[in-house]
């Protein structure tokens, strides 16, 4: 993709970064874009609100993993024209309460008609980033700490893929106090995002299988495969992970922060393997 002077991160990281402030030491902003989509990203039968309130925190999750504060998005919504108008008002008053519980506006969008059976719910996110506060994928280092928050695997035996809560919160702490040196959300699933945080930083990784925090009932291989967590993945260098380490449970003690592996010299390693849109996982 072409780009110029004002185009900080392009293609390839959470959010793209450009400078639209160019008073000096003002904030860079944040671009994202995500979707959903009916079959894919929920079924049918799910409660209309909380997939409005998906549609909003999987692209507040992004804004969360490059250190972000959101601001102000727009929703496209296409479906069919024989969707009941209770479903649609119930997919914007979780759009609404998502933002307002972020502290985000939803500023206008865009509405269009499938002419087959369908949903399609795309949000496009501003944010905005202290200079000086943004973490980009590509700036792991080897013999720094991997580390996520939450536990991993089995969104889609129950409700979470639909009710998590973006660690908005967590990484505004982190980028304050201590600074990963790569942070992203976990979306495709450990086994897809490690790797691409690796490669992005021309590192490799090693990772202890037995130390991936699961939910309940929920092997290594789902955990690193499903998707759909939204906990963020971070890289740490030793002393700043020994200073986390002593304030973290103080103050998130329902969020556990889990050291699973190191980066190291040279490049791959060892994982399940995650989420692959474009292959068949049936």
Not at 162 to 188: G, I, Y
Request: glycine content about 12%; aromatic content about 6%; charged content about 20%.
């Amino acid at each position: 993709l072409p780009s110029d002077a004002s185009i900080i991160v392009g293609a390839g990281d959470d959010c793209a970064v450009v400078q639209v402030d160019e008073s000096e030491g003002g904030p860079w902003q944040l671009l994202k874009t995500d979707c959903l989509i009916e079959g894919v990203h929920f079924l049918s039968d799910a409660n209309p609100e909380l997939v409005g309130r998906k549609a909003i925190n999987r692209v507040l999750s992004d804004i969360a993993a490059m250190g972000g504060r959101p601001r102000h998005a727009v929703v496209t919504l296409a479906c069919d024209a024989d969707r009941g108008v209770e479903e649609v008002e119930g997919w914007y008053a979780g759009i609404n309460a998502a933002a307002a519980a972020a502290g985000c506006f939803v500023v206008g969008g865009e509405t269009a008609r499938f002419n087959e059976a369908g949903v399609m719910i795309s949000v496009a996110m501003t944010g905005e980033v202290e200079r000086t506060r943004c973490v980009l994928r590509s700036g792991a280092k080897a013999g720094d700490i991997i580390a996520v928050t939450g536990r991993l695997g089995g969104g889609f035996e129950s409700e979470r893929h639909l009710t998590f809560k973006p660690r908005l919160a967590e990484a505004q702490w982190l980028v304050q106090h201590c600074l990963p040196n790569a942070m992203m959300d976990l979306s495709d699933g450990l086994g897809a995002d490690l790797p691409r945080m690796a490669a992005m930083s021309g590192v490799g990784f090693d990772v202890g299988l037995e130390q991936i925090p699961c939910h309940e009932g929920i092997g290594v291989d789902a955990a690193a495969g499903e998707g759909e967590d939204y906990e963020l993945l971070m890289a740490f260098s030793p002393a700043t992970w020994e200073q986390l380490e002593a304030r973290w449970k103080e103050l998130f003690p329902d969020v556990p922060i889990t050291p699973i592996g190191t980066f190291v010299e040279g490049e791959g390693g060892e994982l399940p393997k995650g989420w692959e849109h474009f292959i068949s996982h049936s």
